[in-house]
C-alpha cells in the first residue's frame, strides 16, 4: 500500500517525571493531612510540569502514514489495473528516493504524478480501460526498467560507456513525460467528443426555440 509521510510533534517525557519526582519529594519531605497540603502540591505540580514542558518541548519526526485502500470498483478488470497502478508508482517513489540526480529526480516525479492520474482514470471512465492496458503493458514497464538501470548504473563509476548509457536515459525521460502527457490527455478525447455534441445540440434547440442571445 502507498504511504506518505506526515511531520508530528513527539512530547518529551521529562514533564512528567518531573511532576512524579516533585510529587515524591513533597510527599516525604512535608505532611499531607491537611486540604491546603494537598492543593499546594498540586499547584508545584502544575507549575512544575507547565515549566519543564517549556524547558523539553519534544521533538518533530516524519512518520510514514498508510494511504486509505481504495474500494474495489466492482470490475475485476478495474481492480486489477488500480493494484498494478499502485505497484508502479511504489516502485517510482522508490527510485525517486534512490537516485540523487535533481533533474532525474523531477521527472520520475511528474511521471509518478502522470501515472496516478492515467490510473485514477480507470475509476471515473471504464472505457478508458484498453488504452490504459497499452500503456501499463508496454511504455510504464518500460520506463522503469530504465530508470532501475540508471539507478543501478549510477554507482559503476564514470567509463565512456556508463556515462554515455546515462545520458540516454537521461534525454528520453524528457520525451517520456511528454508522452505520458499526451497518453493522459487522450483519454479525455471520448469524453470531450462527447461534451462538443452535447453544446452542438443545445445551440440548436435554442436556437429552433428562438433562445438564442440575439434572437431572442
Known sequence: MLSTKKTVKVPSAIPLYGTAAVWIVYCLVFPLYKLSHFLILIILSVCAFFGLRALFPGRT?????????????????????????????KELERLRASIRVPSVQKRVD????????????????????PQIKRFAGYYLPTTMKLLNAYDRMSGEGSGANVSGTLKRIEDILDTTVSAY????????????????????????????????????
Open 61 to 89: 519526526e516524519e512518520v510514514e502514514v498508510p494511504e486509505p485502500k481504495p474500494e474495489p470498483t466492482g470490475n475485476a478488470e478495474a481492480d486489477e489495473l488500480l493494484a498494478e497502478g499502485d505497484r508502479a508508482v
Open 110 to 129: 511528474e511521471i509518478s504524478a502522470l501515472t496516478k492520474k492515467i490510473f485514477a482514470d480507470v475509476r471515473d471512465d471504464p472505457n478508458d480501460i
Open 181 to 216: 502527457q499526451k497518453q493522459y490527455d487522450a483519454l479525455f478525447a471520448n469524453e470531450a467528443m462527447d461534451i462538443e455534441t452535447d453544446i452542438t445540440v443545445l445551440e440548436s434547440m435554442l436556437k429552433r426555440e428562438g433562445l438564442t442571445g440575439k434572437d431572442f
